[in-house]
């Protein structure tokens, strides 16, 4: 279903025209507002199969740290990872006290909860070096909730909650600088699509894997979430965010 990099997250479709390359870009993107240079040590936060990780070590020659609860996506991504300056591992992002020149989430933060929203924003400013950048990438909704969609809790992603604006800027208060603030959940609805697009595609290499039910119950997930950006309904943000601000003023551009 994935791009061959296995980002699980929105894609960048500025100018793309495949999966593949408005992966690569978004990747290719975040980097650029982190303006990572070589050497530099980089802490990614629900690091997934490694495709960040290996993007920002390969192109920009930084050290990363990759964190998940997912046995298995260690198992992976320090395989896929292996000859690059990546350590994926399994560990709890609250119990971090190391230091980083830059912090990234992808697509995690909606895993968090809200009574944990300043936790991790605490966690983010104990572990960035004074003049280091956070960034998150995160869907969002436009409206402040305590719980999830009931059908997408029980089926997709348990436990899970779309965080609003208030939420993010009330957690990070006193705690962060915010930088930058980036509107990109017009292209989940192309990365969605083009998910739904490679999943039946490809369906009959894992049908006997699964049953119908799961078919249908992927399909209206996949379908029922690009209707759900195309309406505008959910967003998607990239937030940057400083711990003491950024002399100047922050531009990546």
Same mark, same amino acid.
């Given at each position: =279903?994935?791009?061959?990099?296995?980002?699980?997250?929105?894609?960048?479709?500025?100018?793309? &025209?495949?999966?593949?390359?408005?992966?690569? #870009?978004?990747?290719?993107?975040?980097?650029?507002?982190?303006?990572? &240079?070589?050497? *530099?040590?980089?802490?990614?936060?629900?690091?997934?199969?490694?495709?960040?990780?290996?993007?920002?070590?390969?192109?920009?020659?930084?050290?990363?740290?990759?964190?998940?609860?997912?046995?298995?996506?260690?198992?992976? #991504?320090? !395989?896929?990872? &292996?000859?690059?300056?990546?350590?994926?591992?399994?560990?709890?992002?609250?119990?971090?006290?190391?230091?980083?020149?830059?912090?990234?989430?992808?697509? =995690? +933060?909606?895993?968090?909860?809200?009574?944990?929203?300043?936790?991790? *924003?605490? =966690?983010?400013?104990?572990?960035?070096?004074?003049?280091?950048? +956070?960034?998150?990438?995160?869907?969002?909704?436009?409206?402040?909730?305590?719980?999830?969609?009931?059908?997408?809790? &029980?089926?997709?992603?348990?436990?899970? =909650?779309?965080?609003?604006?208030?939420?993010?800027?009330? #957690?990070?208060?006193?705690?962060?600088?915010?930088?930058?603030?980036?509107?990109?959940?017009?292209?989940?609805?192309?990365?969605?699509? #083009?998910?739904?697009?490679?999943?039946?595609?490809?369906?009959?290499?894992?049908?006997? *894997?699964?049953? !119908?039910?799961?078919?249908?119950?992927?399909?209206?997930?996949?379908?029922?979430?690009?209707?759900?950006?195309?309406?505008?309904?959910?967003?998607?943000?990239?937030?940057?965010?400083?711990?003491?601000?950024?002399?100047?003023?922050?531009?990546?551009?």
């Amino acid at each position: =279903m994935l791009d061959k990099r296995m980002n699980y997250s929105c894609g960048y479709w500025e100018k793309a &025209k495949t999966l593949d390359q408005a992966q690569e #870009a978004k990747l290719d993107l975040i980097c650029h507002k982190l303006m990572l &240079k070589p050497g *530099m040590t980089v802490l990614d936060i629900g690091c997934g199969w490694g495709g960040f990780a290996r993007w920002a070590a390969e192109k920009y020659d930084v050290k990363v740290l990759g964190i998940t609860v997912s046995r298995e996506q260690v198992q992976f #991504a320090n !395989k896929y990872d &292996k000859e690059l300056n990546v350590k994926i591992e399994l560990r709890d992002y609250r119990e971090l006290k190391e230091k980083f020149d830059r912090i990234v989430s992808i697509g =995690m +933060f909606e895993h968090v909860g809200s009574k944990n929203y300043k936790t991790f *924003m605490k =966690m983010v400013r104990r572990c960035l070096k004074a003049d280091g950048l +956070f960034l998150l990438h995160t869907i969002a909704g436009n409206t402040t909730v305590h719980s999830t969609d009931p059908w997408i809790g &029980k089926y997709i992603f348990p436990n899970s =909650m779309l965080p609003s604006a208030k939420q993010i800027s009330s #957690a990070s208060e006193r705690i962060l600088v915010l930088e930058d603030w980036h509107s990109i959940g017009q292209y989940y609805d192309q990365t969605l699509m #083009a998910w739904y697009q490679n999943f039946t595609k490809n369906w009959a290499k894992i049908k006997d *894997m699964y049953d !119908k039910r799961f078919y249908r119950m992927w399909t209206y997930y996949l379908l029922s979430c690009a209707a759900s950006f195309r309406s505008r309904r959910n967003q998607l943000w990239q937030i940057v965010f400083s711990r003491k601000g950024t002399r100047g003023g922050y531009q990546y551009r």
